[in-house]
């Protein structure tokens, strides 16, 4: 009977695991739908607007940030990126414009493509630029801090869970809606 005790533990364990695999997924492939929805009105934008761009770019971020995450801290960082001026203006502006083209194409060139690797490729290009922004924002040491290492955990989550690269190629413009 023991022996059966022990069974049943590991199979409530492996299930329990797959619950868990299952609602990452989930939640991967919601992030992946959200910022899909969004990318509806990337050729509406007006890239050469820093706010609009700014606010476009930082918007995608939010879909992308696990839930547990300080939104004080995000909406500091937001605000601060706001207010800067001149070459640290202009340089964010070009780190989020490139972000937001980067996600478009990655969008484009999935059709056809496993969903994850698609959600996977663009969280990383969003998460890697939310940390060169994170950069020039630096009038927020300690929440710069938190930030970085919060990306940081998340780049190495979501690599780790990465299958591998596939090819991509341009497809008419168009990507497939996973959901």
């Keep these: 009977e023991l022996g059966n005790v022990g069974s049943v533990a590991v199979l409530i364990y492996t299930a329990a695991d797959v619950l868990v695999d299952l609602e990452e997924d989930n939640l991967l492939l919601c992030k992946l739908v959200h910022i899909q929805r969004m990318d509806t009105e990337f050729s509406s934008l007006n890239l050469n607007d ?8 930082f918007s995608m971020v939010s879909l992308g940030l696990d839930e ?25 502006h070009a780190v989020s414009r490139e972000a937001v ?11 056809g493509q496993d969903p994850f690797s698609t959600a996977f490729d663009v969280l990383i290009c969003l998460e890697e ?30 690599r780790a869970r990465k299958d591998g690269e596939y090819d991509k190629d ?3 413009g168009e990507y497939e809606i996973v959901g």
């Design 101 to 111: 083209e980067n996600v478009h194409r990655i969008l484009i060139d999935s059709k």
């Design 129 to 158: 630029a939310l940390v060169s922004a994170a950069h020039i924002v630096s009038n927020l040491s300690e929440d710069v801090r938190r930030i970085k290492a919060h990306v940081k955990k998340m780049m190495s989550k979501d």
């Design 50 to 57: 820093f706010i609009t761009v700014t606010d476009y770019f």
């Design 170 to 172: 341009q497809k008419d």
């Design 68 to 92: 547990g995450f300080q939104t004080d801290i995000f909406d500091a960082f937001v605000a601060s990126a706001h207010a800067l001026t001149g070459e640290k203006r202009e340089e964010f």
